[in-house]
């Protein structure tokens, strides 16, 4: 009896929805990235709820609305976070992209993608790419369509390229950077002799077979993994992860209070509804 007690007040206390805002901004890029659009602009609009009046809500709705076709309510939440924000680049892309849906006139629509890509240089290929869909080899004016004088077509396809190979090589030299620090870390870690698949794992946030949310690392026992995590529905669940090899079919069939298993690249995620079950096995399998 003092058992079922116990679970009782657990189910109670996990059943409260959480006061923090940045948790439901973290759900609702997760959920994004997944494709869940509905479930992405509630979480955002239940951040803005709990007070986060401040640019990223907007700017996660509006793409979960323009997710969803639902063009004219993703417009007002870009227009929103301009206003906001009007040296942030992520209010323009997501204005440009409401105004495609809605069928706005050309030059309204390069005008925000110019803007964006004048304040962040990653997005110069998306706004070329904008200027080859809508003025292939024009310039867009308000009232008319000219043609672009030889010279300054030129000038403007060296300009393009110049900031094309700028961008991609900022992120190269990013990409190295990031390879660097990693491997530095793996070798004072001593796990540079470890499978790559053993060293990965999804960060904070991700979504899990896409139907949970990692949101607290537990305990650790490597390769292994307990993390606190939620499922779509806010329900909160514990999540096992095991290297796919080291988790037999056999050997979970048996695990007491295992509520199912997810396969996720090269992981297997073991979901039990308590977090003791969780430990329990984990010790049990090392």
């Known amino acids: 009896m003092l058992l079922i007690f116990f679970f009782a007040l657990q189910s109670l206390a996990g059943a409260q929805e959480p006061q923090d805002p940045r948790v439901f901004l973290r759900r609702a890029k997760a959920l994004l990235e997944s494709g869940s659009y509905g479930l992405a602009a509630e979480a955002a609009t239940k951040a803005l709820e709990l007070g986060y009046d401040r640019v990223s809500p907007y700017n996660l709705r509006s793409q979960a609305y323009a997710g969803e076709g639902r063009y004219e309510e993703a417009l007002a939440d870009a227009e929103k976070a301009v206003r906001l924000h009007p040296s942030g680049s992520a209010g323009y892309i997501n204005r440009a992209t409401a ?6 006139p050309p030059q309204d629509i390069l005008a925000d993608y110019k803007k964006a890509s004048a304040l962040d240089a990653r997005l110069m ?25 030889a010279k300054r077509r030129k000038a403007r396809d060296i300009f393009l390229g110049a900031s094309t190979l700028a961008a991609l090589g900022g992120l ?14 793996v070798l004072r870690l001593g796990y540079a002799r470890r499978p790559a698949s053993e060293l990965a794992g999804p960060r904070l946030g991700a979504v899990v077979g896409g139907l949970f949310i990692l949101e607290k690392e537990l305990e650790r026992r490597e390769p292994s993994m307990v993390y606190e995590a939620r499922d779509l529905e806010d329900r909160p669940v514990f999540l096992l992860r095991r290297p796919r ?35 329990a096995c984990l010790r049990q399998m090392q």
Request: aromatic content about 10%; hydrophobic content about 35%.
């Open 99 to 104: 105004k495609e849906g809605l069928k706005y």
């Open 125 to 149: 290929l998306r706004y070329a790419a904008a200027m080859g869909k809508y003025a292939p080899g024009r310039e867009v004016a308000v009232g008319k369509t000219e043609s672009v004088p």
């Open 172 to 185: 190269a030299c990013m990409s190295v950077f990031q390879w660097r620090r990693r491997k530095d870390k």
């Open 245 to 279: 090899q080291e988790a037999p079919e056999a050997r979970v069939a048996d695990i007491p209070g295992l509520k199912k298993a997810v396969e996720e690249g090269p992981y297997l995620y073991l979901v039990f509804e308590g977090e003791e079950n969780a430990r």
